[in-house]
């Protein structure tokens, strides 16, 4: 999907309660997942392993960490967003998370963006997002958030 542009924080006061935005689906590859627990020590073999994850786990392959799926939100708000005439944006945090299915090597997922709240506050404004993350082909998400960030002018 074409990134959405938001020339001035005005234009996202319409916007809440409604779905703003859809990401483009991202793979989840055996290499995204490695590069992910060398970045964070995280070595569980349920997620590295091949053979093991073959023979042992329930899913018959190695899953993607719960805090990738996570951590990929930067990259889908990043890639679905613009706000050109904002100086800077952050990630404030997040209210809750709950990863509700696994997510198995040769995945792919997206992330479906609905504004839940926008509110001015000092140079800028801070919007909550409630976010699903989509896994290709299955029945219910990865994961579901209520993510908190601020953009300033």
């Known amino acids: 999907m074409p990134r959405r542009e938001f020339q001035s924080f005005d234009e996202l006061m319409p916007l809440v309660g409604t779905e703003v935005a859809v990401s483009d689906w991202v793979d989840i590859t055996q290499e995204r997942i490695d590069k992910f627990a060398e970045a964070t020590g ?26 990738l799926t996570l951590s990929l939100l930067a990259k889908f708000s990043q890639d679905t967003f613009a706000f050109p005439n904002s100086r800077m944006g952050v990630n404030y945090g997040t209210n809750r998370v709950r990863f509700t299915d696994a997510v198995p090597v040769g995945s792919r997922l997206r992330a479906r963006f609905v504004l839940g709240k926008v509110e001015r506050i ?20 990865a994961m579901v958030a209520e993510t908190i960030t601020r953009r300033y002018d």
Do not use: L, N
């Not at 140079?123 to 029945?139: C, F, L």
């Open 42 to 67: 995280d070595h569980q073999w349920i997620h590295v392993d091949v053979e093991r994850a073959k023979r042992e786990s329930p899913y018959g392959t190695p899953i993607a960490h719960g805090f």
């Open 122 to 141: 000092d140079r800028g404004v801070q919007m909550v997002w409630e976010v699903t993350m989509e896994r290709e082909g299955a029945a219910k998400p």
